[in-house]
């Protein structure tokens, strides 16, 4: 059976981000159960529903349509900022559900984590993601990843330096691959 196609959205445009650290860790994990691919959003224009009149459409929220579409489940990987989401990933978010009636989200799995700082590791902004998300995909993978950062954590090669932690969300992983294999049966 081929694998199931995964593709994952870093819901931050910072250089630095940790969360895209967060992200090719879990691709690695992930290596086994899943054809991976990245999804890009820093190149997409701010979303306003004047550029769905016709030649308006930017080409870059094609790409993005096309491959939420091709993909058996989502993965997103995501900051929290003001306890949300960060405005990049609700206007990649927006522009892949439009325009009506062309939501490339329908039908899809989705999982959702994130990492921050902080105590809480982007718990807050989760749930709004959760909820967005639950209107919009076909599935939310239940359970929480929430992963507070910290130097080190994730190391050049993509590693996840703590043990436990690795463990866990290679738990998580393969939960998500167990249940994607049967989405996309
Ligand atoms: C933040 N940050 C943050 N962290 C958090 O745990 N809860 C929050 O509500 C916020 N709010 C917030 C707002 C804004 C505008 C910014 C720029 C930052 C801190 C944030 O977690 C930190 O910058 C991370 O490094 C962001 O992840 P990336 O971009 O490195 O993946």
Do not use: C
């Not at 895209?20 to 992930?30: D, N, P, S, V, Y």
């Not at 909820?131 to 992963?147: H, K, P, S």
């Not at 690795?166 to 939960?175: T, W």
């Amino acid at each position: 059976m081929a694998k199931p196609k995964l593709a994952i959205v870093v819901g931050s445009n910072r250089r630095d981000s940790i969360n895209r650290k967060l992200a090719e860790a879990l691709a690695k994990l992930g290596a086994e159960a899943f054809e991976t691919s990245f999804v890009r959003i820093d190149d997409l224009p701010l979303y306003s529903q004047d550029l769905e009149a016709e030649g308006s459409w930017p080409a870059q929220a094609d790409r993005l349509k096309g491959e939420i579409a091709a993909a058996d489940a989502i993965l997103i990987v995501t900051p929290e900022h003001n306890r949300s989401i960060p405005a990049a990933l609700k206007n990649a978010i927006d522009f892949a559900s439009r325009p009506h009636g062309k939501n490339a989200w329908a039908g899809k799995l989705i999982a959702v984590t994130g990492t921050s700082g902080g105590a809480i590791g982007t718990a807050v902004a989760q749930q709004h993601l959760r909820m967005i998300m639950t209107n919009l995909a076909g599935a939310v993978l239940g359970g929480q990843v929430f992963v507070t950062f910290k130097e080190g954590l994730i190391d050049d090669r993509h590693e996840i330096t703590d043990e436990k932690t690795r463990k866990f969300l290679q738990g998580f992983i393969d939960q998500f691959a167990g249940v994607a294999r049967k989405f996309a049966s």
